[in-house]
């Protein structure tokens, strides 16, 4: 089995026993069915659903760790944060803690065979001796229940006519605990309506005629261990998928923050030019800027209007030749006397004028 790591969690919204909202990874490892189980030695515990653990840690349990049988093999931790004020909910979160490997060969495949008469069990241990399958068997449906508690097989093979529990109720009832098990039932053809009716309902994969023939029965088998592997594969992709997802949610997240930096930076940036801008204009003196060649590239509305009246004679770049920065008064300029300031701009790139009209402005 891949190791996953899970950039995001597992997240669910409870209240008043019910889920509210869960993201894609929650809805993934929720329908895996009843295979979750205490991973700590001081907890104790079957085979439940997901839900059951999810009400222990709403009600106050504390942090859990859990492990997944089937749908992957893993350890999670469950926790709840209440949401507090008037919410009155929990939000509940399932961290994957760590993916071991699998050591045995991902080919076999574990049979959990049903029946009340012994000799078919018998006949099914010499059938299934030299092959891909693990067999264990129960004598009536209330033991394979118990036996599905403490360990989930990949098939189960029932008998309908049994004690108690028929072979389609023990399937339906292993449908809605465990999904992914795959369902097969043997039976004389006297049963065949109700049979049908399950497999039109869901209940059961295949039907297996009884007496049956041993080809027939291995083909039946080595199919059903083939859609399991396919189901275990989905689950697989499905987790991969949903953490995929989610670990590119928080990228679009964070990445739609950034951007939202910028633009705020942007719009600020935006805000301070067009003040700067204004306030120039609003300046009751020319302020001129030049660049580096001594070319006119900036004015302010006051320097426009004494740029288009000026007389003829020395421009603006002449009179700040050779002057470094700081004030000259007694400056001539467009008929006027201007005390004349100049300031450098960084790395040289220009420079700033600004003509401050004298008390005695006729020239």
Known sequence: ?????????????????????SNELWRSAAAAGASWEPADTSR??????????????????????????????????LSAESLGGSLQGCMVRLHAENFPSRSEDLLRCSVLAVDDEPFILNSLRRLLRRTQFDLRTAGSAEEACEMLLVEP??????????????????????????????????????????????????????????????????????????????????????LAVATANAELADSNRRLTKILCEQDHKLTLGDYALTFAHDMNDALPFPVIGLDSDGEVVTANRAAALCLATRTPGVSLAELAAGQGPGCRSGIAFAGRLWTLGIGELANGSGRVLALIPEASNEH
């Open 153 to 238: 097989v990949d098939i189960i093979l029932s008998d309908q006519r049994m004690p108690g529990m028929t072979g389609v109720q023990l399937l339906s009832h292993v449908r809605d605990h465990m999904p992914d098990t795959v369902r097969i039932i043997l039976s004389g053809y006297s049963d065949a309506q109700s049979i049908t009716d399950a497999i039109n309902e869901g209940a059961v994969y295949k039907f297996v005629a009884k007496p049956w023939e041993d080809q027939q029965l291995l083909l039946a088998l080595n199919e059903a261990a083939e859609l399991h592997r396919t189901r275990m594969k989905t689950r697989q992709l499905q």
């Open 1 to 21: 089995m891949p190791r996953y790591s899970l950039f995001a969690d597992a997240l669910s919204l409870y209240k008043d026993g019910a889920t509210l909202w």
């Open 44 to 77: 104790t515990g079957a085979l439940e659903h997901l839900d059951h653990w999810v009400q222990q840690v709403a009600h106050g349990a504390g942090v859990m760790r859990l492990r997944s049988i089937g749908w992957v093999d893993a350890v999670w931790r």
